[in-house]
C-alpha cells in the first residue's frame, strides 16, 4: 500500500527503526512556524488556594474497558466514562469494526457484534488506538485501514506489528513497520507463545494481552526487551482481564500467560484519571494553599497514584478523607509554597515527568528526573521539548538522554509552545502561576484526555484562602 497521509497526500517514508526520533521537536516546531495557533494567557494565581476538583475518568482505564467491551461475551455498561479526543477515537473506530456502541452523558454501552472489513480507522495521535486496535482488526474478517496525525507516523509500532505477523496476520505496510498499513483481519488468531521488545511502551504488551483471551490457543507472551516502562499500566491491563473472568498468570517478571476463553461483560465505574491530578495537585505546590481531589480510589493500578508519595518528599502534605455515598477519598494537597528539589526513577510513571518538573522549576533545591527515556517516543520528544520550552523560559535544565536535571532560577514570560501534547500544556498552565505574562500554545490540545481543562483550571484559581 503506497505511503500516503488521509487527505490521500504521499508522505515521506518512516523509518524502519521504531525507535527513531530524529528531529521530532523540529518538526514539531516547524508546524507551530506553519500554523501558529491562538495564545492563551496562563492565568497568575493572586491567592493561595483552597479548591475542590472533580477530575474526568481515566483514559487507560476507558479505552481498554471500551475494547474488552467490544470483545465480551454480553453487553457492557461504563459509568463516568472520560470522553475526550482519545476515546472519541477508540468509540469511532469500534463503531467502523460494527460493535454497537451507545453514548450517554455519563455512560457508555457497548453492544458486541461480528467485527468485520472494509473499515477505515483514525487513530489521531491515540497511542491506545494506535497500539491495540491492530490485534482487535486481526479478529475481525476483511480488510482495515489504519492511517491517523502526522505525528502518528513517527510513534514506534514495528514492535506490534512484527507481533502480529509472526502470529500468522497479514498486514501491509511497504516495510516501513509505522502508519499508514492495511491489516487483512482473518476472522481469529491462532495464539501460542510470542516475544516482544516493549522497552519503548508498555502498550506494546497490553496490546496482545488485551486480544489474547480470544485468540484460540490463548496467548504466552514474553517482553525481551532490557526494560519495560510504566509496569503499572500492564498490572492494569492483567487486573481489568481478571475483572472479566479472564485467567491469567504470570510466569515470572517478563511473561505473562493468557487462558483462551470467554470474556465477562460488565457494569463498572471508571476511575478518575489520577495523570490528570497532577497539574493540580502541582498546583497547590506552586502557589500555596490545598487542593482537594475528589473520588481518589482507595486501591488503583494508576500510574497518578504514586503522586501523593513523590510531592511528598517535595514537601507537601498529603490527607485523605472518607466521604459517605462516594466509592473514593478526598485527597487533599496542603504546601506552604516552599519546594524540595528531588532525585527520582520515574520509569514507572513516566508521564507524570511535565508536571513533576514544572514543580521542580521552584524548588530551593536541584532535581533530578530519572529513567525516562521513553519520553522521547510520546507525542513528541518530551524530554527535548521539556528543556527547550522550559529554558526559553529563563529555567535552567538539561535533558539527556534518558534523564531531566532542573536547576532552581529566575523564570520569566513568554511564549509557551506546546508540540500538540497535553502534558506540555498542562505544564505550562502550572508555570503560569507563578511566571507572569506566559502565554500557551493551543491549550486546547489538552482535550485530547481532559475536556475543557481551561475551564476547571480557571474555577480552581477562583477558589482561594479566606484571610
Not at 491491563?237 to 483462551?260: C, F, N, Y
Amino acid at each position: 500500500m503506497p505511503a500516503k497521509n488521509k487527505r490521500g497526500d504521499r508522505v515521506a517514508p518512516a523509518s524502519t527503526d521504531a525507535g527513531s526520533n530524529s528531529n521530532d521537536v523540529k518538526i514539531a516546531g516547524d508546524l507551530i512556524r506553519e500554523k501558529p495557533a491562538a495564545l492563551w494567557p496562563a492565568p497568575v494565581a493572586k491567592s493561595r488556594l483552597a479548591a475542590l476538583v472533580a477530575l474526568p475518568g481515566s483514559k487507560s482505564v476507558t479505552n481498554r474497558a471500551l475494547l474488552l467491551g467490544a470483545l465480551a461475551d454480553s453487553p457492557s455498561t461504563l459509568h463516568k466514562p472520560l470522553y475526550s479526543r482519545d476515546s472519541d477515537l477508540m468509540i469511532s473506530a469500534l463503531r467502523a469494526l460494527g460493535i454497537g456502541v451507545d453514548q450517554q452523558p455519563e455512560s457508555i454501552s457497548i453492544s458486541p457484534r461480528p467485527m468485520k472489513g472494509p473499515a477505515k480507522i483514525d487513530v489521531g495521535n491515540a497511542g491506545t488506538v494506535m497500539r491495540f486496535l491492530p490485534a482487535l482488526a486481526a479478529l475481525a474478517e476483511g480488510e482495515i485501514d489504519f492511517d491517523g496525525d502526522p505525528r502518528a507516523y513517527e510513534r514506534p509500532l514495528k514492535p506490534v506489528i512484527v507481533a502480529l505477523e509472526k502470529l500468522g496476520i497479514r498486514i501491509e505496510h511497504g516495510g516501513r513497520y509505522s502508519l499508514p498499513m492495511r491489516v487483512h483481519g482473518a476472522g481469529g488468531i491462532e495464539g501460542g507463545e510470542i516475544s516482544i521488545d516493549a522497552s519503548q511502551s508498555s502498550q506494546f504488551l497490553s496490546s496482545l494481552l488485551l486480544v489474547a483471551p480470544r485468540m484460540k490457543k490463548g496467548l504466552t507472551i514474553k517482553n525481551v526487551g532490557e526494560t519495560l516502562p510504566s509496569m503499572p499500566h500492564i498490572e492494569m491491563t492483567l487486573a481489568m482481564l481478571k475483572e472479566r473472568g479472564v485467567k491469567v498468570s504470570q510466569i515470572d517478571s517478563h511473561s505473562w500467560q493468557v487462558h483462551p476463553g470467554s470474556i465477562q461483560g460488565v457494569r463498572t465505574l471508571i476511575e478518575r484519571d489520577l495523570s490528570n491530578a497532577a497539574p493540580f495537585m502541582g498546583a497547590a505546590m506552586i502557589a500555596g494553599g490545598s487542593v482537594t481531589i475528589r473520588d481518589w480510589p482507595k486501591n488503583s493500578t494508576q500510574p497518578g497514584d504514586r503522586l501523593p508519595e513523590i510531592f511528598t518528599a517535595m514537601g507537601a502534605e498529603i490527607t485523605r478523607k472518607k466521604v459517605n455515598g462516594t466509592l473514593g477519598e478526598e485527597l487533599t494537597i496542603t504546601s506552604s509554597g516552599s519546594i524540595a528539589g528531588i532525585d527520582i526513577d520515574l520509569h514507572e510513571v513516566g508521564e507524570l515527568t511535565p508536571s513533576i518538573a514544572a514543580v521542580a522549576l521552584f524548588a530551593h533545591s536541584p532535581s533530578h528526573l530519572r529513567g525516562i527515556g521513553h519520553l522521547r517516543l510520546h507525542e513528541t520528544d518530551r524530554l527535548a521539548a521539556l528543556e527547550r520550552e522550559f529554558n526559553n523560559l529563563g529555567a535552567q535544565v538539561t535533558a539527556h538522554s534518558d534523564s531531566l536535571e532542573i536547576f532552581p532560577a529566575a523564570l520569566h514570560g513568554g511564549i509557551f509552545h506546546t508540540y500538540e501534547d497535553h502534558r506540555l500544556a498542562t505544564a505550562a498552565a502550572m508555570i503560569g502561576l507563578r511566571v507572569a505574562n506566559l502565554q500557551v500554545e493551543n491549550i486546547h490540545t489538552t482535550s485530547k484526555t481532559f475536556p475543557d481543562f481551561p475551564g476547571l483550571w480557571t474555577t480552581m484559581l477562583q477558589q482561594v484562602e479566606i484571610v
